[in-house]
């Protein structure tokens, strides 16, 4: 049975503030469920949250992590508008699985939502992400790390597929730790500032590490 998803909380973006200022957070990653059902894909409330935060707590970084928004331009150019300190969307896979692991989403949408990013705001941290043990190739996650690398992606982080639920894909490869060391070594070859490779990496996993790495290589580029 399809439950409709709540009403979006006013509120919450004061809330998420606060519990910042309390917990003293340097660095917050703010994300959400997609939400299709709303006009703006839930653009707005991603801009109210930010604005909350840097108003309660100015020196707390801010990342998040959003959806590809279907395409819409408007819905991102709003969360920019709330001046992020790093905008990350997640390609999860490689571009010929995408039928399979995404049908719902769009390889191309997703590059071009990185790109749009890097090209309305060029002092923004780009990050994305995705997963392997799917069926990909490694000459597949190459040309995956080109592409992103094409769109001025800055931070990178690969993990390991995990099936969350008997309903979801079966994990096609456990890839060996060893395999996640040389993708890091490629990725940092093609020219990310910084990547975190390995079995158990999520796409928040050192975010605050990453975001320090990225700001001091823009003073400093000779790092």
Same mark, same amino acid.
């Given at each position: 049975?399809?439950?409709?998803?709540?009403?979006?909380?006013?509120?919450?973006?004061?809330?998420?503030?606060?519990?910042?200022?309390?917990?003293?957070?340097?660095?917050?990653?703010?994300?959400?469920?997609?939400?299709?059902?709303?006009?703006?894909?839930?653009?707005?409330?991603?801009?109210?949250?930010?604005?909350?935060?840097?108003?309660?707590?100015?020196?707390? %970084?801010?990342?998040?992590? !959003?959806?590809?928004?279907?395409?819409? #331009?408007? =819905? /991102?150019?709003?969360?920019?508008? &709330? *001046?992020?300190?790093?905008?990350?969307?997640?390609?999860?896979?490689?571009? %010929?699985?995408?039928?399979? !692991?995404?049908?719902?989403?769009?390889? #191309?949408? =997703? /590059?071009?939502?990185?790109?749009? &990013? *890097?090209?309305?705001?060029?002092?923004?941290?780009?990050?994305?992400?995705?997963?392997?043990?799917?069926?990909?190739?490694?000459?597949?996650?190459? #040309?995956?790390?080109?592409?992103?690398?094409?769109?001025?992606?800055?931070?990178?982080?690969?993990?390991?597929?995990?099936?969350?639920?008997?309903?979801?894909?079966?994990?096609?490869?456990?890839?060996?730790?060893?395999?996640?060391?040389?993708?890091?070594?490629?990725?940092?070859?093609?020219?990310?500032?910084?990547?975190?490779?390995?079995?158990?990496?999520?796409?928040?996993?050192?975010?605050?590490?990453?975001?320090?790495?990225?700001?001091?290589?823009?003073?400093?580029?000779?790092?």
């Amino acid at each position: 049975m399809n439950e409709q998803p709540l009403r979006v909380d006013g509120d919450e973006p004061e809330r998420i503030a606060g519990a910042v200022v309390e917990l003293r957070l340097s660095h917050v990653v703010v994300t959400s469920v997609t939400r299709d059902d709303l006009e703006d894909g839930g653009a707005s409330h991603f801009f109210k949250t930010v604005k909350a935060i840097h108003r309660h707590s100015k020196m707390t %970084s801010v990342e998040v992590l !959003v959806p590809d928004f279907n395409g819409n #331009e408007k =819905s /991102l150019n709003t969360v920019l508008e &709330a *001046k992020v300190d790093v905008l990350g969307h997640n390609i999860e896979t490689v571009a %010929s699985l995408y039928g399979t !692991v995404r049908p719902g989403a769009n390889y #191309e949408r =997703s /590059l071009s939502l990185l790109s749009k &990013a *890097k090209k309305t705001d060029s002092n923004i941290i780009t990050k994305s992400g995705f997963m392997v043990g799917l069926g990909e190739t490694a000459n597949e996650v190459f #040309e995956l790390m080109k592409d992103l690398k094409d769109t001025g992606c800055d931070i990178l982080t690969i993990g390991q597929y995990l099936k969350p639920s008997r309903k979801h894909m079966d994990v096609v490869e456990y890839v060996h730790p060893d395999i996640f060391k040389e993708y890091k070594q490629k990725a940092y070859q093609i020219g990310f500032k910084h990547v975190e490779s390995g079995p158990l990496v999520r796409s928040s996993y050192r975010s605050s590490e990453a975001y320090k790495r990225c700001r001091q290589l823009t003073v400093n580029p000779h790092m």
